[in-house]
């Protein structure tokens, strides 16, 4: 099947999970919610646009392929914030309107933030029913974003260029394979003093219900367990999320 296929990698990245109190955790592999958010800076769809949002939500179903799930770093993280009754009262579209009132009347926040450090990802991109763009389409967005991309957080801009392809394969174990073939071809040619560290073998896949029950046909591997992930955008207007169910297969296992 036709699959879009691109990488992430930067020094930093932080894929928000529920977040309660001063703790802001980090998952170890992009969340569905965060891939559509690089799509959508892609093609330079706003935040607001809810209509948008919705279309590539149902219209493209998600894989991640894990090649290296990072190092943790945790982050004390100070910032100043109006209070709630001020914010109400004087809507601000910067940060700079936003912190445009007396000292006084700032509040300081206090916050652990987690990131991943080194981690690097593979993301597959499938169309479905009433996707609003093609693959191709989606590759060359990718590769000339309107939008700056970063992964999870603005401090976690991209290492490396996203690099997508459009491929045809069985299943997304495949496509995964024959990516990585090819982008180590790239790197011999261009590179080949780096071309040994250019493909880090996939350590495991998670995919959505979306796919199907069928895993071996549809991703090439049987799943080794299931996790309930808070991940689908119910608005982004007021950061509401819904529960997924996510699967996992385990490439290479000890």
Known sequence: METL??????????????????????AEYPSQSAIQGLLGAALGVDRDDAAALAALQTGYRLAVGVLNQGRLMR?????????????????????????????????TI?????????????????SMAGAPYSLPQLAEAIKRPKFTMYLGRKSCPVAVPL??????????????????????ALWRDRLP???????LPVQKIAWSDAFGTDDLTTIGLLRDLSITRKDAVITRRGWQFADRTEHVALVTKE
Not at 110 to 115: A, E, I, N, Q
């Open 110 to 126: 206090l916050s652990t933030r987690d990131y991943r450090q080194d981690a690097a990802a593979l993301v597959a991109v499938q």
């Open 5 to 26: 296929i691109f990488q992430l990698q930067a020094p930093l990245s932080s894929w928000g999970e529920v977040a309660v109190g001063e703790y802001r955790p980090s």
């Open 193 to 199: 003093k780096h071309a040994e560290s250019a493909g």
């Open 75 to 107: 982050d004390f993280h100070t910032a100043q914030v109006p209070s709630r009754t001020d914010l109400k009262k004087r809507p601000s579209s910067t940060r700079r309107d936003e912190l445009a009132v007396p000292k006084p009347d700032l509040n």
């Open 163 to 184: 690099h997508p392809l459009v491929l045809t394969a069985s299943n997304i174990k495949a496509a995964f394979a024959d990516y990585q073939q090819l982008l180590a």
